[in-house]
């Protein structure tokens, strides 16, 4: 019998704001297709173990999960990888607490440095809870430290962390490497950046899929704009690239209607098999 294929689901796409922007009434806004409607970005990755076991690894924990969650039926958390501790990106960790009570074990979580220490004073609650006045229900989680270039085994997946620029600040993409005829493998997963240094460009190479960052049209410091994004997939050359992470100056229909063709739009519920 043949191994299932690996899914990556798209949990969000939406910047920071999420889309529709609160008070706002731009086309985008009050647009009425559902691919326009776009959460926090953060991702789902799916697929079978060599024991035959479905595993679940969540890249970013957005303020939306459990929303998310919901929408895709998830039941289990096997790991989540963490690209950097801003909002949006970590704001839902308090919900893993669920999965640890359905599989009555600790959740594995990789991130580095700057990550985890943002991590100890926002959830103090989670990562100190002998501290808790109460015996709270919290989060049960395995901290794992990781820097440029470590390699950490996803119950046979292998998850390579490599630094991206956003802005002044130094980040994690992910590159996953899994079976050789698998097409989704090897993925990199590279949200929130406007730069990618020299020492990164090798965890590139030989990319089957890309998940890449778009803010939108206009210049922004931190973030790849329409344009840069689609040349920085052109220099990777991908066989696809979804573009993610986007504000509500990017109407779905028409933009992606405009990219080149190994090149889509991401959009909140979409999967890559």
């Not at 910047?15 to 409607?37: F, L, M, N, Q």
């Not at 303020?63 to 990106?89: F, K, M, W």
């Not at 002998?130 to 470590?150: C, I, K, M, T, Y």
Request: charged share 25%.
């Amino acid at each position: 019998m043949s191994r299932a294929l690996a899914q990556l689901t798209l949990l969000g796409t939406g910047t920071s704001s999420g889309i529709p922007v609160i008070g706002c009434r731009c086309d985008t806004c009050t647009s009425s297709d559902a691919k326009d409607r776009r959460l926090r970005t953060g991702a789902l990755l799916r697929f079978t173990c060599d024991q035959g076991e479905r595993r679940a690894i969540l890249l970013d924990v957005p303020p939306d999960h459990r929303e998310q969650s919901l929408r895709v039926g998830l039941d289990r958390c096997d790991g989540i990888v963490l690209t950097h501790a801003h909002v949006d990106h970590i704001f839902g960790l308090d919900e893993v607490r669920r999965y640890n009570a359905l599989m009555r074990r600790a959740i594995p979580v990789y991130g580095d440095d700057p990550t985890w220490d943002q991590l100890h004073r926002v959830y103090r609650h989670i990562l100190s809870p002998q501290e808790n006045v109460n015996d709270s229900f919290v989060a049960e989680l395995q901290a794992h430290r990781v820097r440029h270039g470590d390699r950490v085994n996803l119950h046979g997946v292998q998850a390579t962390a490599f630094t991206l620029w956003h802005g002044n600040l130094a980040i994690l993409g992910w590159r996953f490497d899994g079976p050789t005829d698998d097409p989704l493998f090897p993925l990199a997963y590279c949200t929130d950046v406007n730069r990618i240094p020299s020492e990164s460009q090798p965890m590139l190479i030989g990319v089957r899929t890309l998940v890449l960052d778009m803010l939108r049209p206009r210049p922004h410091d931190t973030h790849f704009t329409c344009d840069e994004a689609i040349e920085t997939a052109r220099q990777i050359g991908a066989d696809r690239t979804v573009f993610v992470h986007m504000t509500h100056d990017i109407r779905h229909e028409p933009v992606n209607a405009g990219l080149p063709p190994s090149m889509r739009l991401g959009f909140d519920g979409m999967t890559l098999p």
